[in-house]
């Protein structure tokens, strides 16, 4: 695998699988999400914080390249890099690999905004510090 800002391991549970014993592929999205959010909850951008102050991270585009298929008790680890591609947008490349061959399960761009009370689109000044510290990328492309 290629370096990552952030990796986290998981593990396939048994009721993720569809009828062919396979992962059914609206699962993968909860695994890139939950990594996100642990992503962010690392560096201390805690969601529920923000969204109780009125800001509310959303994804405005999901991009999915599905590769390979895991099934049940597969242990993976999903990898992302996150880069402030405009002012307003955040980009998390994310990857899914099979820890037990090294894999390649997916491929995902997912790209994200924070929203203000009123619905417009608002990176909170302290969130873009926060990313300017942790995430190389986020400087990169201002």
Do not use: W
Not at 1 to 19: G, I, N, Q, S, W
Not at 42 to 47: L, R, Y
Not at 77 to 95: A, C, D, P
Request: glycine fraction near 4%.
């Amino acid at each position: 695998m290629k370096p990552y800002d952030f990796t986290l391991e998981m593990a396939v549970r048994d009721y993720e699988c569809d009828m062919q014993g396979i992962v059914n592929n609206a699962v993968y999205q909860n695994y890139l999400e939950h990594a996100r959010h642990e992503c962010m909850k690392k560096v201390g951008i805690d969601f529920k914080s923000y969204t109780l102050m009125g800001i509310y991270f959303v994804v405005v585009r999901a991009e999915i390249d599905y590769k390979s298929a895991l099934t049940s008790g597969d242990a993976f680890v999903v990898g992302l890099n996150l880069i402030k591609e405009t002012r307003l947008r955040m980009v998390f490349y994310q990857e899914i690999h099979r820890l037990s061959d090294d894999k390649l399960i997916l491929k995902a761009k997912i790209t994200a905004t924070a929203l203000n009370q009123q619905g417009k689109p608002e990176i909170p000044k302290e969130v873009d510090a926060i990313l300017k510290k942790h995430f190389l990328g986020a400087i990169a492309r201002q």
